[in-house]
Nanobody, 118 residues
Framework: QGPLVESGGGLVQPGGSLRLSCAAPRTITSVFNPSILGWYRQAPGKERDLVASITGDGITSYADSVKGRFTISRDNARKKVYLQMDGLTPVDTAVYYC?????????WGQGTQVTVSS
């Protein structure tokens, strides 16, 4: 089904913004398009939690902690999913993982570190 490749993490000051990208270059379009795509994050010592998701029809869902600050979007033609993160705080520091779900199967990226610190 092909790997997921994340990019865009890094170090940012509180109040700043980052845009994460996740590509699925080897996933065929007929599989990618109906997949539910999501971003999860895992802080040290904590469980991996869902941050945002988007269905094949473009319906989005967000964790309460990021509503109004983060925006998930997808580009089916490029087989990519994005997470625009604004108003970042130190609490958002974590490894962020891209996820693709279809027909009971989960696929994960390798993760990208986001650190919010002054």
């Amino acid at each position: 089904q092909g790997p997921l490749v994340e990019s865009g993490g890094g170090l940012v000051q509180p109040g700043g913004s980052l845009r994460l990208s996740c590509a699925a270059p080897r996933t065929i379009t007929s599989v990618f398009n109906p997949s539910i795509l999501g971003w999860y994050r895992q802080a040290p010592g904590k469980e991996r939690d869902l941050v945002a998701s988007i269905t094949g029809d473009g319906i989005t869902s967000y964790a309460d902690s990021v509503k109004g600050r983060f925006t998930i979007s997808r580009d089916n033609a490029r087989k990519k999913v994005y997470l625009q993160m604004d108003g970042l705080t130190p609490v958002d520091t974590a490894v962020y993982y891209c996820n693709r779900y279809l027909d009971g199967q989960n696929y994960w990226g390798q993760g990208t570190q986001v650190t919010v610190s002054s």
